[in-house]
């Protein structure tokens, strides 16, 4: 799963957009500027421009053109919903280009009645001709409701404002005590609180000098003090540390 | 607007549904073994079966053998789905057709999301290409609310089983007079009825022996008596006397 | 159950409906012109026109006129909601005709506040009179929810429209094939196929000249072939495997 | 329009709620013990139980038997819902009394399919053998929107439930002023109030010390000072004013 | 719980009510009137009256009225919504008044956004001040939800209209036997009947000279016969049978 | 009304959201770093902040404090609703506070129960306090339905998220010409267009080599051609323009 979603935002965001994006679980990213900060080389497929600057009709001149450009390693992926249907393009790509890796459904809102229908007609297709081995990527306006549709039939997947345009998570920073001693507007609980982990995957929010439940672990750590980073982090294990939360608190488990 | 869905029914009632859908409003029909039931030619465009004789790739050869086989007076309408985009075929087609009457968009579900701007993209393309005389003609699961969704992109309409398919109207006779004395079954208003049109497009149901209803017409006239038909008509006629009655109360107005 | 249906149907079509309706599981059926072509007698109880050329107050001289015309070996069910209540005339008739079968409750939807409760006062009010052996037969717009309803109280049913007015079921023939080169239209799988029963009670369908799933039986046959039959039925065997096909894939079970 | 709730309330209670069926608009009321409070006379019809207590079949001779034990000025209306059908019960009854007032359907809900269909059945009926002065009284469950449903076809009807258990209105004496300064807990508005009746039929409050809006009435007068009575009132006037007041502010009008 | 609605009926029905809500299962009642009839103590707390007479500022001051005005038994409950916020006047109050008993929180309409927030505030904060000893008794608008999502944060509940005002049970004395035939009207089933508590804590109703069902108990005595009373009890022993009856048909078992 | 949602944004991101509200037609902001760049001064009330740090009962001082330590030109507006109710807070503030400007209401939710209902107290008791003149200004996750609500009770407002977490419009540049010709992929109309506004205040969108209709005003103009800026305008000039083209068609008119 990759991130498609940087370019709905503005440039100043896109890098951390693509940081959280994999920070959240998700496998890539398309954001060539992301890379450096990210230490991560970007992906993707071809864009319809091209397939567009060669013209109505001259599809397999736009997927061999592609094949020619680009590096050895970099997967064939061939933009297969551009101007005829996308099982009919599908066909013509896997005749156009030699090894191609698979096919990208993007496929336009006036032309998707039944997406999943239509990405199981290019599998039937692609089978029935012998191309078992041509995988099949989708993008276009998808979100967890549409990947566990999809999934049984596709094999990749972009993923756009889903993740780039996420509602902010509300959230604010309270006076809870002052001078040692609790404090609070009316509707917060005062005091100085610790989170922990409970031993069910769940949390438990108590006062920080009260014990804690049994089992439990705390999950706050200072990361600046008095204006001092005291705690450092790399980011690859930021990945694995969010991934394995996740599990722990069957974040994803089946809805 | 054209009657395609005789093909749904039993044969046995093949000739009425297309009998009944001209009296309901149709301008045509496509069963050929009704044209001598009605008095009339039956007409149609050419389906999906030709252009998947020709093949993929090939509709250009379909829509030419169309056009050498059929007489002068028939219209060419290519089919524009089978294979390809509608845009891209509609576009070749008027390429592959000297003199093309028009396109027919009969889209499959699965590639269905919004109908209406597919239509409206091919006519956008068509008259970019200036082919601002080329119709489009549309058919495929199409009702009343399809049809006002869609009349100001489309040209012509084939409509299937919103007719021949039709829920029955529920009636019965009912004995609401023994020897002239008024009896019915619980529920059943007693008596011998009148029907009448009233003055402002109404209905209005009496017993037949009072006075009717100021400035209304009665509506009953016997057709067959004691086994005897007595009054005749020919099918044009009713027609005509359909068409009259719907715009007296109104029928087919905007809703 | 009695298929009551096919009054509502065109002529050309009672026998057929008649012929579906035993083939789907009802235990009889009325219309009388079926006969011969399933190979069954008709059933049907006392229809209100009978009960009207009697007249109101006249119920018991109709229903005894019943009993006297009919053979010995048909069932003697009075209708008892012509005009008065249905406890009321139940009980007359039970008083009115000896070795009475059962009643027909058909009450009209103005008197049909709750069916269930004027079936069970009927079944309470003819016990209380010692008439348990009396049997209680329901009609009029009966659905299966109405049946899984009242199937407590009532101890045979009449089924019309819901059979005869059943919506078609769409369905088409599509080229797959053209020469053994599997082919068609978009929205359509290519190629020919082949339909299993598969262990599980489901369905499973391939490209057939692919392997069966493990455990799966082929239920595709050849009934004609090049314009031949190739292979004959009977009608009763039909119903019986409609029967077994049904309990096998858990068709009816409570919903 | 009669009050028949009585009968669901505490005897303690009859009376009062008699009088408030007076005073908010009812024409009488069928609770004898509330007569001497409320200075006028009680009125209904007869009850089911004198029905069952002559038995099946027998509603002529109770019918009959009604007729012959009231006095001259109390109105003939027959029960004709007890045992057969209300078309059916109501015909006998205009031959069993001569000078019948009228039939009342207090229709039992398992029966009650179509209120309005069975009034407007007994009404064709009636006319149909000439007894168009019979009238037509319903009862049963009736709110206001039956009321509008049945007003058409029926001529007089008995409420209950609906007046007698209506739900009571909160309200709370609440101290807003203390020593002639304002005063009141949170959620109420702190001083003295004046209510007015405007001049568009609306209402405005405000405090009793400001100026009244121009045109505007005020409402509120003292009954009780100090424990004294300081104002009194009749009965009847008070139905008077409570009718106008209805009248000026619109209650009642169509919705 | 402590039933707190009296005050919005009728007089005449105050010292009844009072009485069905502790047959009823409530703990206790506010209706001095109604304690020689039930035999039992009312209970309760200060008003937001007394509160408004010390006026905005004084909340201290009202409080310790309360606390030397009260017999030493009364346990000291301070109400807490008059003026400022709960948590403010909760706290307020723990240092004006030793030893109290609990806060009341009757949060008005207004400022009632999260009850439950607020309850479990006060709890927090009193908590955090060392109070865990004092309660936290809610009152206003409280039916069965609320007090489902409240009884984890609340020590204690006055309800009011919940039980005041609660619908009357619909209920009819009917003819079901006349000179020992069974009898009825239209709808109702003939008969004297026994009602019976079934094993499985479900009732079995049945004609009265029929056989009881297996292992079921009678539960209809006669109170009255002839006019006589002919069976008393006491109102002690009738609220322990009815939490005995409501526990053995699991009433009010979490919904 | 003025912008408040600042902080819920990335710092990178402030000014712009700043300018965009005030484009948008708010009349504030809040954030003192975007003050250069859209040359105007921020603006805002106290935070809870403050009230905290004096803590519980010493509101007067922090009140007191503020009016002491800001500019005279800087309105007071005291923040009421930190420990006590908004009334309670409202009326002490203009006993501490000389010449106040007015009161805020930012009431957390778990007491916002009726949030048109408290402000309308807090006017009522200002006013009956003779308080006329003390202005009410709310805030607290305000839409455009609270505004209107309030917009009676209350003589400011501050909007937060509804302006800095509106989602983006989505958008997409797409190739719809290719060297001068008609290009574009499936779903999007070909061809360089023209975007007008038509006479009623709506918008038309057409080829650009097409005649443009009646009475239109073209929409667009080039801002960057070839990576030069070819037309300049400055902020103040753009606020002006965004209002009048609001005022052009009808936005913010009542719904």
């Known amino acids: 799963m990759l991130s498609f979603g940087s370019r709905h935002l503005h440039p100043a965001l896109g890098t951390m957009v693509e940081r959280a994006a994999l920070l959240g ?20 497929t071809m864009p319809h421009a091209l397939m567009i600057c060669f013209g109505r009709g001259e599809q397999e001149a736009a997927w061999r053109a592609f094949d020619e450009a680009v590096p ?22 896997t005749e156009a280009v030699d090894d191609l890796t698979g096919v990208r459904l993007d496929t336009t809102g006036s032309r998707r009645g039944d997406f999943r229908h239509i990405a199981r007609e290019v599998r039937w297709t692609l089978d029935a001709h012998g191309h078992e081995d041509v995988d099949i990527f989708v993008s276009g306006g998808l979100g967890p409701r549409e990947l566990r549709a999809l999934r049984d039939v596709a094999d990749g997947f972009g993923v756009g404002s889903y993740v780039s345009n996420a ?17 609070a507007k009316r509707g917060k609980l005062t005091g100085r609180k610790a989170v922990y982990r409970t031993a069910d995957g769940g949390h438990h929010i108590g ?6 439940p049994t089992d439990a672990v705390e999950l706050l750590e200072p990361l600046v003090r008095d204006g001092e980073v005291v705690r450092a982090f790399d980011f690859e294990s930021a990945i694995e540390r969010a991934a394995a939360d996740a599990a722990e608190v069957g974040f994803g488990d089946e809805q």
């Open 72 to 93: 050895d390693e970099t997967p064939r992926v061939a933009l297969v919903d551009t101007y005829s249907d996308e099982v009919d393009e599908a066909l013509r790509a």
């Open 207 to 212: 006062l920080a000098d009260r014990n804690a």
């Open 25 to 44: 679980g998700l496998d890539g990213f398309s954001n060539v500027a992301a890379e450096e900060a990210v230490g991560r080389r970007a992906g993707g």
């Open 167 to 183: 509602d902010p998570l509300d959230f604010a920073l309270d006076i809870v005590e002052v001078d040692g001693e609790p404090a």
